[in-house]
């Protein structure tokens, strides 16, 4: 009956939150404070080693933490009645920053390809029209994590690199799938870096 139904998702909702919460203070939150030691060190201070785990330390502590609130969310909306939203996709197992950028804050992906990129053209009306629609979408991205500089430049700096994924390294299969996850496990992480400062 709806009784039951009702404890259902309830019982799935707390399952979620309980999740989220275990990725944001058991993960996380201890990802942040090793990220906070390397702080200290000073970035000047740095040896290389040191300064590339500080990029994957930040990147995890990013995820874990995103996903984990973003798992609470969902827990709180389904024992509320509401339909579940996955939010992350194992977005580090991406084969492309595109594919990166399905997986990784799917609702707000899904909006800008519903609103934007699809009402602009997509990829049906030809290559300038699919660079334009591309465009429009990353400057908006980068507008919506803040209006400065630096995060235009870190939304084009994506842009670019779906472009390259898209028109150039599509082209050659046999190297395609190590430069998607060379991308995806390099460059991701290095582009993370505004938001750390």
């Known amino acids: ?40 060190i000073g970035y000047a201070h740095l040896s290389t080693p040191l300064a590339w785990l500080g990029v994957v330390i930040y990147s995890l502590n990013l995820y874990y933490d995103f996903w984990g609130y973003s798992l609470m969310a969902s827990g709180i909306a389904s024992m509320l009645g509401f339909p579940f939203i996955e939010n992350f996709h194992h977005p580090y197992a991406a084969s492309s920053v595109s594919d990166f950028y399905r997986r990784w804050h799917m609702s707000l992906g899904s909006w800008f390809r519903d609103y934007v990129y699809i009402p602009l ?12 629609s591309l465009f429009a979408v990353w400057l908006l ?44 496990l390099v460059l991701v992480p290095l582009s993370w870096i505004p938001f750390a400062m």
Request: hydrophobic share 50%; proline share 1%.
């Open 141 to 184: 991205t980068g507008l919506w994590h803040g209006f400065s500089i630096t995060f235009i430049i870190w939304a084009f700096f994506l842009l670019l690199l779906i472009l390259c994924e898209k028109f150039i390294w599509s082209r050659f299969p046999s190297i395609y799938k190590f430069v998607g996850r060379f991308h995806v």
């Open 121 to 132: 053209g997509g990829s049906r009306n030809g290559v300038l029209r699919n660079i334009l």
């Open 1 to 40: 009956g709806s009784f039951h139904s009702r404890l259902y998702l309830i019982e799935v909702g707390l399952y979620y939150f309980c999740i989220g919460l275990i990725l944001k203070v058991m993960i996380a939150d201890h990802l942040a404070y090793a990220w906070q030691s390397i702080g200290t």
